[in-house]
């Protein structure tokens, strides 16, 4: 890609975000380490040692003092415009919102205060945290939940360095049974690819750096269905590796989040400080009665759900319903 676009030598220069950035220019300039008529691409780490944005105009400033033709790019910036563009703008790559109206906040094991969504942006702002589960009943929400956070996190992050691929495992069902060696992250994206015939596809290291680098957020809804069908030929262990490891290696900014019923689920993952485990709790009646009030706004239809969801509840070790 690169190759393409520029046809003349290039100077990469980079500033870590311990970089002292004058003292390493003038070094440059000095032992004249990169010759003017060169194209420069600085790259930088988006925050410096401290916490700060790291000020892109003011370096783009000292080389273009001396330098004719300077292009500067934060490390993530520089993979999505030059690297992955062209195969993050397809299809499969979440492109609308889900709009979820009715959304009711749930709570889950993690904390008697914060809600679910609150925990995975907590999660999400994280680093060298890459992998977020979020188990429970069929049925209890975990699908709409993550959903939900997407719109708001979409809503909050929509630029071009931001993509999301969410994979239904049921729509994938019949391709993994043709297919069935699944191994990591790279195997759903390339079955779902080949499902929609898409032409530019990442190859299985340009995908682990995107999402190494936080470019795209990758969930996979619904891992029960795959663990099911493929039973002990699906390594569980193997496949949590690979998202920690291959795919969380240089940036640690990894984000991947997995849907599973509770009990096709190994519980030892909750020990792992690099793994967030959510143990979605079902809704309380007063929380049914909110989620009903949203979806009907009739107080007839909300009162005969209450009353139908009441025969349906069930007991958790509280005895609440």
């Known amino acids: 890609t690169i190759r393409g676009e520029y046809a003349y030598t290039i100077d990469f220069i980079y500033f870590s975000k311990y970089t002292n950035q004058k003292k390493s220019f003038e070094f440059i300039i000095e032992h004249k380490l990169c010759i003017n008529k060169h ?14 944005i790291i000020d892109k105009t003011r370096i783009e400033k000292m080389f273009k003092s001396e330098c004719e033709d300077v292009e500067i790019y934060c490390i993530e910036e520089f993979s999505a415009i030059k690297l992955y563009n062209d195969l993050v703008n397809c299809e499969i790559f979440y492109k609308e919102k889900f709009n979820i109206t009715d959304f009711i906040q749930p709570l889950a094991n993690k904390s008697t205060e914060k809600t679910v969504d609150i925990l995975l942006y907590e999660w999400y702002s994280s680093i060298n945290v890459p992998l977020a589960i979020l188990q429970g009943i069929g049925g209890i929400g975990k699908t709409t939940v993550v959903k939900y956070f997407l719109d708001q996190l979409y809503s909050k992050k929509s630029n071009n360095n931001f993509h999301i691929l969410f994979i239904n495992s049921h729509d994938l069902i019949d391709d993994i049974m043709k297919n069935p060696k ?82 096709f689920w190994d519980t030892s993952a909750e020990n792992n400080d690099k793994i967030l485990s959510l143990d979605l709790k079902p809704f309380t009646k007063d929380m049914a009665k909110q989620y009903f009030t949203k979806h009907f706004n009739n107080d007839s239809k909300v009162q005969k759900a209450i009353n139908l969801a009441t025969k349906f509840s069930i007991n958790n070790d509280s005895q609440e319903k």
């Open 39 to 52: 194209k420069k691409i600085i790259l930088v780490d988006e925050k410096n040692k401290k916490g700060n």
């Open 182 to 263: 699944i191994e990591d992250l790279f195997d759903f994206y390339h079955l779902l690819a080949e499902k929609h015939s898409i032409e530019k596809k990442f190859d299985k290291k340009s995908l682990e750096l995107s999402i190494d680098d936080g470019n795209v957020v990758f969930i996979i809804d619904g891992l029960d269905e795959v663990i099911a069908k493929v039973g002990s030929s699906f390594n569980t262990n193997k496949f949590i590796d690979s998202i920690l490891n291959d795919y969380s290696d240089n940036m640690r900014k990894t984000k991947v989040i997995i849907t599973c019923r509770d009990y």
